[in-house]
């Protein structure tokens, strides 16, 4: 805003005696009067009053008022404009005429007692154009323009008397708002390049891979070529040398010197060898283990040795061995020759016990007509009753043969001319598939779990006669479920499986897992001539699982006999944060579910779990080993029955 601007350029008593001539006014001013009780008036259009007229005039003070026209220019910068959003605001500058309208606006302007005329001016076209910006974005800044002046297009006399008039409205966005708009012009123009590049970019990526892709093809016919040039070529260290030379005949000097440094490693390995060999002759000589009847023979054993070392064959002529008279060259000696049958015997075959009859009753044994549902057949025991040779209190034992789909076609393997070979473990009548799934998100657990698996491990291949009759696999549990052993009889050979800590935990996949291998292990084993028995899967838990109750429908069509002929049984563990609801429903029988108290912690109930796997998986290998089908279950120490603990 200008400097201030006072329309009111005099203001002076009525004289009351007559002492000259009426003082005169300039063409541009209007002459007000005004009387002692604050009246005004103005006479013919502003003229001044004469001389007789101010004796008994009952005017007291004389005021002459500008009529002239002014120009100036506002910006609204105290009261902006705010935009649509409520947060940007325009800068709004007004270019503005105004005027005193004629002697009506002299008296008005006299009696409102206005000195500066642009405060007035400028409260008008904030009152103006107040709230005209919430109807206009920031970006639309020229609209507002527009808006504005059609709003102030034609004068306007104010009450004061003033005359508004010739507003020029410019309307733009402040710093901040231009600095807004300014960042989304340039992110468009960014973005304009981008799709405007975006064609010869993909085109140039494409046209790089194609090229690629036919460096790779010529490399893997280049590798083809050079696969089939040395198809005939022996791999040894002199034959890779010689093709070494054919392909870089210009470093002979290289070649050599490889050659001359396999001699040297030959000679050297040759002489580490003899003198080990020497050593364990020695060795053995002074400790009477080698006879004089053995030199010759260790004698080439050690050349053979020697020879190998230097790059030969290691083959050596040996003394022929003594023939046993009248032995065929296959026949062992007749001491290591277990008894034939008798003359006329017709051979042996031992048949398995029928999947309905598992065996003679004995000791808890329960009658016919006791068997558990879904265990296979009528001769499983009742519930509370111990298995044959268990002995365990409150154990439960279950006859485990399948039902008529799973009937044994085969019978024991035979031994041609006999029994079988002395030193060897004799087929078992049964074969029982054995799944672990064990939860690997319980990362506290995991130590305890593996130590146990080991352990499970190592009984096995201590028992040959008890890993017989079993098949074992080992499932890790969590957002996926993963093979950690598949299914094999456990021997020295056998990897011992580990479980990795991973998040997560899903029921639904694991038991769609099983559905899947389970059914396909059955089939195979079958194959192989076992006869199998229903297969049991251990569940260890250590929290509830992610999908809540979703994974119902997944347990159904593995535990469902009618729909899955090799529906297992299912023994559920829950320890830590594990729900009990669930592992009652995950377990097949009420009995068949256990639960960790409430106040133990999860490493030591993991501790007992791995012992239950243990025990239990090698107790029912043994009862198998002794034709006894059954198994039995009992609770881990310190656990109870999951429906206990609800």
Not at 413 to 419: E, F, K, N
Not at 440 to 449: H, I, T, V
Not at 481 to 496: C, D, H, I, K
Request: net charge negative; glycine share 10%.
């Amino acid at each position: 805003m200008s400097d201030p601007v006072s329309l009111i350029v005099s203001r002076e008593p009525v004289p009351r005696v007559a002492v000259g001539p009426t003082k005169a006014k300039d063409p541009h001013l209007a002459v007000v009067y005004a009387t002692a009780s604050g009246e005004v008036d103005c006479f013919d259009g502003g003229r001044p009053m004469t001389a007789s007229q101010q004796v008994f005039s009952r005017y007291r003070t004389r005021y002459e008022v500008d009529l002239r026209p002014r120009s100036r220019t506002a910006v609204l910068g105290r009261n902006p404009i705010v935009s649509q959003d409520g947060v940007h605001a325009f800068e709004v500058k007004v270019d503005f005429s105004f005027r005193v309208d004629g002697s009506e606006g002299a008296k008005n302007l006299v009696r409102a007692g206005i000195d500066d005329a642009l405060p007035l001016v400028h409260g008008y076209l904030v009152r103006r154009f107040h709230g005209a910006g919430q109807r206009f974005a920031i970006e639309r800044s020229f609209e507002l323009q527009h808006h504005l002046n059609q709003l102030c297009a034609q004068p306007i006399v104010l009450a004061e008397g003033l005359v508004v008039y010739d507003c020029q409205v410019s309307v733009r966005p402040d710093a901040k708002s231009l600095t807004y708009l300014e960042s989304l012009i340039d992110a468009g123009r960014r973005e304009t390049l981008g799709q405007a590049d975006h064609t010869p970019n993909l085109g140039h990526v494409v046209r790089q891979g194609e090229l690629e892709a036919k460096q790779q093809e010529l490399r893997i016919e280049q590798a083809a070529r050079q696969a089939e040039a040395l198809r005939g070529v022996p791999i040894d260290s002199e034959s890779l040398i010689r093709q070494y030379m054919n392909t870089h005949p210009e470093d002979a000097a290289g070649a050599f010197e490889m050659l001359r440094k396999l001699e040297e490693a030959r000679f050297a390995t040759a002489e580490l060898q003899n003198q080990r060999a020497l050593e364990l002759f020695q060795a053995m000589a002074d400790k009477n283990l080698v006879q004089a009847g053995d030199l010759e023979v260790m004698r080439h054993l050690l050349n053979g040795v020697v020879m190998r070392a230097a790059g030969g064959d290691g083959t050596a002529a040996l003394p022929a061995t003594p023939q046993l008279p009248g032995a065929r060259p296959w026949d062992a000696p007749a001491g290591q020759l277990a008894p034939g049958p008798a003359a006329g015997a017709a051979p042996h075959t031992s048949a398995p016990p029928s999947p309905y009859a598992p065996g003679p009753p004995g000791p808890g044994t329960p009658t016919p007509g006791a068997g558990v549902p879904g265990s296979g057949g009528p001769g499983a025991a009742a519930p509370g009753t111990a298995a044959p040779g268990t002995g365990a209190p409150g154990a439960t034992g279950y006859a485990a043969p399948y039902a008529p789909p799973y009937t044994p076609t085969l019978t024991q393997p035979v031994h041609p001319g006999g029994p079988a070979p002395v030193g060897t473990s004799p087929t078992p009548a049964y074969t029982a598939l054995i799944y672990l799934a064990l939860d690997e998100s319980a990362k506290d657990c995991l130590a305890e779990l593996n130590r146990g698996l080991s352990d499970l491990h190592a009984a096995l291949c201590a028992a040959p006669e008890v890993s017989a009759g079993l098949r074992l696999s080992v499932l890790g549990m969590a957002a996926t479920s993963e093979p950690r052993l598949q299914l094999a009889t456990v021997t020295p050979a056998t990897a011992t499986p580990l479980l990795t800590a991973r998040p997560g935990l899903s029921y639904t996949h694991a038991f769609q897992q099983l559905r899947t291998v389970v059914g396909q292990d059955v089939g195979v084993v079958k194959a192989q001539g076992g006869q199998v028995l229903r297969p049991i899967v251990y569940v260890v838990s250590g929290r509830a699982p992610d999908e809540g109750g979703g994974w119902r429908d997944a347990h159904r069509a593995l535990t469902d006999v009618e729909t899955n002929p090799a529906a297992p049984h299912v023994i559920a563990l829950g320890l830590g944060q594990a729900d009990p609801f669930a592992i009652r429903a995950v377990a097949t029988r009420p009995e068949f579910g256990f639960m960790a108290p409430p106040h133990q912690d999860a490493v030591s109930a993991a501790h007992s779990c791995a012992a239950f796997l243990r025990d239990g998986v090698v107790g029912y290998g043994r009862r198998i080993a002794s034709g006894d089908p059954q198994f039995s279950v009992g609770p881990p120490d310190g656990f109870r029955l999951a429906e206990d603990a609800y």
